[in-house]
């Protein structure tokens, strides 16, 4: 009886064989990895066996597990399994079933969109069995997944080690760099990975508000909206999503109908842009425009309401100014928001950073931004330059770089502003960007006030400007309040 050829063991298997999954696998293929797979649901491990997967299937490098076990089986040690699984409780029961396969030294990698303190939680209870945990940020959508997407682990830097090559290997590269770099210990994978998407809803909304202003202000069809972001796509605004909206506007189906108008004005979300906004209310960071992004979709949400109050008083009023000189300023406006944007998703990491202790280079978040996510852009080199040359950069606003574009795009940001409010279209986000640019470079705020409202309804106290900070202070505002404040009493 012939030998049986001898069958290398796989480098990595992927649990979640849903879209993303299935094309993570194909790319890891590409690059010369064996790898095993499972799915909860059989038929879909067989489906991908024998479509897709089917010629590595042959070859062997692509081999199916009816189980986990199987899966774990097949493995080579240190054990790799990457899970792509939804966010939430899925992934807790795959770890139910997959800790007791595992041994000391195995690695399990969550790239899903996962909580960053649901990463953290699960970090710790496999580190107790002897197992690493990566929590993996991944971004590019399917076709980064097949072809290069952006890779954000965080973790053990030692298990990091495990699957950098293999992460390097299928990351978008960017001027010969792999989009893949270590974030830092713990949940910081998944924390940068929740700003990102958090950035990427404040882009969005920011290119629909320029968008709603071109359509609805200046009366332009399709065509000529599509031109002008093909224009704005080489120039400063050069990325992904500038580019994909160019695309949208050219869209017709077979009626000859533009697409983009028969689709509902009702957008849906998955979870991490509210996780941004509450992550920077957890931390007291001004995430102003992110924030606004969050409600403009949970107001588009209410189609029917905003239906019913449509005939409600608006000014009525139409543009009769320079259509081209708007446009002009609109690309400047849409410019210095964007910046706006990714200095509050900075300020927020940043205090992550500084709060948890964990090691992430900024300029490494940027540099893997650069490439195959959803927010890639020529802007993101600049951050880079920016955090290279300052590693200790309070926020971007205050790199020479920023400083000076904001300077520049000032006076149109304001007049785009001011005209969409004169009009009746809402620019949340873009109007958000420029009171909280205008809140920061305020030295001497209204805030005081809101001090002394505090203390005289509720002693709550206060600093003075003549006294050294920290020092608190308590006015009997009526008369008959005493020295009692509300820190007087033993909590």
Known sequence: MPNEPVVAPAQIGLVGLAVMGQNLVLNMLDHGARVAVYNRSGHVTDAFLAGTGAAAASRGELVGAKTLAELVAALARPRRVMLLVKAGRAVDMVLDDLLPLLEAGDVVIDGGNSNFEDTARRAERLAAHGLHYLGTGVSGGEEGARFGPAIMPGGPR????????????????????????????????????????????????????????MRDALGMEAPAMREVFERWNRGVLDSYLIEITRDVLGTYDAQGNLVLDLILDRAGQKGTGRWTANAALEQGQPLTLITEAVFARNLSGLKDLRERSAGLPAPGTVFEGDREAFLADLEQALYAAKIVSYTQGYLLLRDAVRERGWSTDLAATARVWRGGCIIRSRFLNDITDAFTADPDLEHLLLAPFFEAAVASAQASWRRVVGEALRLGIPVPAMAAALTFYDGLRTARGPANLLQAQRDYFGAHTYERVDRPRGEMHHTDWIGSGGAVTSQSYDA
């Open 158 to 213: 030692e298990a990091y080690e495990t699957v950098r090559p293999l992460f390097e290997a299928i990351a978008a590269k960017v001027d010969g760099a792999p989009c893949c770099e270590w974030m830092g210990e713990g949940g910081a994978g998944h924390f940068v990975k929740m700003v990102h998407n958090g950035i990427e809803y404040g882009d969005m909304q920011l290119i629909a508000e320029a968008y709603h202003l």
